[in-house]
């Protein structure tokens, strides 16, 4: 991660730099009357140092295409539509719509899609390869990230936005594992690019935030299916605070004694937590108890019946 500060670009728009400021940010709310929301994260970015770590974790060509989500004010999109070949913006908060649609009007190389990224997929509103840059509530932060990991194509590269100890847990590894750590590591490379103290949006949040960059990779490496993965990852974490045995037995319906055998088989005890498990353990793990035909046919977890269905309820 990158610590020392690095001041921005000198080629950012004027415009953009206009758009940074806090008093500009401020001027913009209140001409839209609009109060920003905490259920949908509404922080609007206003540090110029900020947008270029975006930037540069993005790694734009000029033939790049960007899905950019939730683009706020615009001022990445600015940015982004001077550097890459085309941008889709998706954005949900309609007066914000209107906003972007009067500053950029009918620019040849953007789209602007008013919905829930939730509801859409986003290999459909693109060319592949494509690349996604977005700020993410931390409310459906772990249901986005799924979302898009999931996507058919997938992204060549994420740059996200999220609040720090989210980015924390992205990144993690054993003991401090998570079912959301393993959700985003099962799929990509992650990495965390910066810290972005609160004080770098208006209004501030309550807490830091971090750039992220994940870089997909083929789910093929595992040799384990995405079903398969996450349906033993969820029985893994069914109960915090009990041990991994103790939560397969009941997740898969399996008896502790037969599981017994089976995770002493992949060097696993069955008294160890889920969190110290590294995702090449849950990865063995998941192709013995499938070659064991241990797992049978699935049954729904409390919160999920389905692989994009969880993405929502599970962690964080």
């Known amino acids: 991660m990158e610590e020392a ?7 950012l728009d004027p415009e953009t730099q206009h758009l940074l400021s806090r008093r500009a940010v401020r001027e913009i709310l209140r001409e839209l009357d609009l109060r920003p929301s905490r259920r949908l994260g509404q922080h609007f970015l206003a540090e110029p140092a900020v947008l270029y770590h975006i930037l540069r974790a993005a ?32 954005e949900l908060d309609r007066r914000l719509g209107a906003w972007l649609q009067e500053r950029f009007g009918t620019h040849p190389r953007l789209k602007l899609l008013i919905a829930d990224i939730l509801q859409v997929e986003p290999g459909r509103l693109v060319d ?15 249901a986005v990230l799924r979302h898009l990991l999931e996507a058919e194509p997938p992204p060549a590269r994420l740059v996200l936005m999220v609040q720090w100890e989210v980015a924390r847990r992205l990144v993690a590894r054993p003991p401090d594992m998570s079912l959301l750590a393993l959700s985003v590591q099962y799929y990509a490379r992650a990495e965390i690019v910066h810290r972005v103290p609160a004080g770098c949006f208006v209004p501030p ?9 994940l ?6 490496r595992w040799d384990v299916t995405p079903q398969t993965f996450f ?13 991994l045995g103790k939560n397969l037995a ?18 696993v005890a069955p008294d160890r937590r889920p969190e110290t498990l590294s995702l090449e353990e849950w990865t063995s ?16 977890l409390p919160g999920a019946s389905s692989t994009k269905g969880d993405a929502r309820t599970s962690d964080p």
């Open 5 to 11: 500060s690095i001041p921005p670009p000198d080629d």
């Open 59 to 90: 790694r734009l060509t000029p033939g790049d295409i960007v899905l950019e989500v939730g683009p706020g004010l615009g001022v990445l999109t600015g940015e982004l539509l001077r550097r890459a070949r085309s941008v889709v913006a998706v």
């Open 128 to 142: 592949a390869p494509y690349k996604v840059i977005a700020n993410l509530p931390y409310s459906i932060t772990s």
């Open 205 to 213: 949040p309550q807490v830091d935030s971090a750039i992220v960059a």
């Open 215 to 220: 870089e997909p990779l083929p789910v093929s």
């Open 231 to 243: 349906r033993v990852a969820r029985a893994g974490f069914l109960h915090p605070r009990r041990t």
């Open 250 to 267: 009941e997740g898969l319906g399996v008896s502790k004694e037969d599981l017994a055998v089976r995770l002493q088989a992949t060097g």
């Open 285 to 300: 793990l998941c192709r013995l108890l499938d070659a064991a035909r241990l797992l049978g046919q699935e049954e729904a």
